[in-house]
Each structure stands twice: as structure tokens, then as C-alpha cells.
């Protein structure tokens, strides 16, 4: 994300999106009631032909999709001799828009981070004898790719089924390995290491053991540094971190809290640190500002990795304290 002019006073900023990450970064940012300006295409009241203009909505929906953020509010502001009423903004990668809200601290530092992060795009196999599963983890998130079983080709193998099975996973992985910044391969066992010295290439590609395979494998890896030897920063390492040290924390009796003892804590100004869901972030602005005006820091776990899942069965609001 290229920042082009900011004014947190103001509670402005114009910005250029550079990558599909930055979609992500503005739907955690972007909500009801915010002010965004941007070039479209609107129907002219004269002619009824569509023209490029710029206008200025008040959000009322979002909506992430997979190349776009769609943004859908009533027009406020709009070039003259334009069709007036609601209007959806498809924002998507290389556009610039302007966005006036009420910012949180939070808020304020996600964009900071989308403007100073480098995306990132990595292939993990978790994968025993017999069975190999392949997701995508990116900054925005983990996506399930495929499952590639013994004489059961998957989406990444489109052959004839074959008695190799070592081999058919090693051809998937090489046929897509450009594709991405790194490849994970990782599983318990003698199996992850055989596919490794099968690879003819084996540049950017990384070795991590795990007790199971699965999802629960990918989540342990993660757990295990498997980003951290690809990426410098890495939103979902730092929030399996963070949700690691609470657990931690909780078997110890520290000080922490969750569910719904935090709101009486926030009252207290005894919280340092905030964990919430998005769905909680949205809900609770009121305790959100509070711990920040009370000098406490804010972070978002999102629920689409397993410590998110965690936090999200805890009522999806948590805490470290102060006392």
C-alpha cells in the first residue's frame, strides 16, 4: 500500500492499492459510516451514458472478495449532471482512493503496517506417506488448495493415477513452486524429508516437523516459526504468538483475563493489552477507544487460524493487565 497524503487530526488518508493483501488491510479498516472518494463510472442524468467521474460515498456495506473490496453507500458527493442515490466502489489493485473516518489507534497502525509490509505468498504441503495436503497462507489469510492422496489424484494433479505416490507430490509441488515466494513441506515423520531431497530444486524451500498432518499440522508449523524463516513480519505469526503467551499466561494464573470480566477491567483501567475478534473490534468501539485513551494497545486476532479460533471459544475478547 502506497500512502499518498495522510492527516490522522483530520482523520484522513489517500492511498494507492499495490497488492491483493491491501483489499484485506482496508476491509479490517473500512466500515459504516466512513467517507470514501474515489473515480468510477456513473450513469449521466443527460444521455444516460456512463462516464469516468469522481464521487464520495458514506459506506454503508463491505464486502472482500477475491481481487476487489466492494464498497456500497449513498452518494454525498458527485460531479454535476450525474445520476444521484447508492453506488457500489469495486476497489481493486493499482487504484487510489481517499477515506475520511473516525480512526483507531489500531486502525490507524494497520494502515502504517500495510504501507510498510512486503506481501507475501507461501505453499505449505503438510504431508505423511499416503496423504499430502496443500494450502496457501498469505497476510490475508489461509486457503485450502488441495488434497492429494494415494492413487487419488487432486486438483493439483491432473494425471493418470500412478503407484508413486512420492513423486506425484513432488511434480505437484514443482509444477506450481514459481508461483509462490517460498514452500513449506512439513508433517511428522521420515516422509516430509524424503519429498524435500526428491525436489530438483530445492531453493526457498523449507523443512518444519509437526506431530500431525492436516490442518492441525499447518497451524503447528505456523506455531513452530515456519513464517518466521520466510517473512520478517507476518500477522498470523504475530498473532499465534500473542495467543500463545495468553495461554501461557492462563495455565499460570497471570494476569489475564476474557469474556465478559474484561469490560469491568477496562472500567478499572487495568488493561495493558486488548485481544479481540474483528466481529468484537466492530461491536465494542466503546471499550476499544477506552483502553487506548487509558494507554493500552489494541490488537485484532482474526479467526481464520487456530489461536483466532481459541480466542473466538473464550467470547472473543481477551487481556493482558496491568494487576
Known amino acids: 500500500m502506497e500512502i499518498i497524503q495522510k492527516s490522522r487530526k483530520d482523520g484522513y488518508v489517500k492511498l494507492k492499492v499495490t497488492s491483493g493483501d491491501d483489499l484485506w488491510y482496508l476491509h479490517q479498516v473500512i466500515g ?8 468510477t463510472m456513473r450513469t449521466m442524468l443527460e444521455g444516460r451514458e456512463k462516464k469516468s467521474v469522481v464521487i464520495e460515498i ?19 458527493k458527485g460531479a454535476d449532471n450525474i445520476e444521484l442515490g447508492y453506488h ?43 496423504k499430502a495436503d496443500f494450502y496457501e497462507v498469505r497476510e490475508s489469510g489461509i486457503e485450502d488448495i488441495s488434497t492429494l492422496s494415494e492413487n487419488i489424484p487432486g486438483k ?41 531431497n526428491n525436489l530438483e530444486d530445492q531453493k526457498n524451500v523449507f523443512v518444519k516437523d509437526t506431530s500431525v498432518t492436516g490442518k492441525t499440522g499447518l497451524h503447528e508449523s505456523i506455531k513452530r516459526g515456519a513464517l518466521k524463516d520466510i517473512v520478517q513480519s507476518s500477522r498470523i505469526d504475530e498473532e ?72 473466538e471459544n473464550l467470547g472473543g475478547i481477551a487481556a493482558f493487565l496491568r494487576y
Request: proline fraction near 3%.
Open 32 to 39: 459504516e459510516g466512513d467517507r470514501v472518494k474515489k473515480r
Open 58 to 76: 458514506e459506506v454503508e456495506k463491505t464486502e472482500l472478495q477475491n481481487d476487489r473490496l466492494r464498497l456500497t453507500g449513498e452518494i454525498v
Open 240 to 311: 499465534t504468538g500473542l495467543m500463545e503467551e495468553f495461554f501461557e499466561e492462563l495455565e499460570q494464573d497471570g494476569a489475564i483475563a476474557y469474556g465478559p470480566q474484561v469490560e469491568d477491567l477496562v472500567e478499572k483501567g487495568a488493561v495493558k493489552k486488548l485481544l479481540v475478534n474483528p466481529e468484537k473490534f466492530r461491536e465494542r468501539q466503546d471499550l476499544v477507544k477506552q483502553v487506548e485513551q487509558q494507554g493500552g494497545d489494541i490488537v485484532k486476532v482474526h479467526t481464520d487460524h487456530e489461536p483466532g479460533m481459541r480466542l
Open 156 to 196: 493439483m494433479y491432473s494425471d493418470q493415477k500412478s503407484p508413486n505416490f512420492i513423486g506425484d507430490v513432488t511434480s505437484a509441488i514443482e509444477r506450481v513452486k514459481e508461483d509462490y515466494d517460498a514452500v513449506v513441506v512439513a508433517g511428522p515423520g521420515f516422509f516430509k524429508k524424503k519429498l524435500y
Open 88 to 130: 457500489t466502489f469495486n476497489v481493486q489493485e493499482d487504484e487510489e482512493l481517499e477515506l475520511w473516518k473516525d480512526f483507531a489507534d489500531s486502525e490507524w497502525d494497520t494502515l502504517k503496517k500495510a504501507a510498510s509490509s512486503e506481501p507475501y505468498n507461501v505453499l505449505f504441503c503438510i504431508a505423511e506417506e499416503g
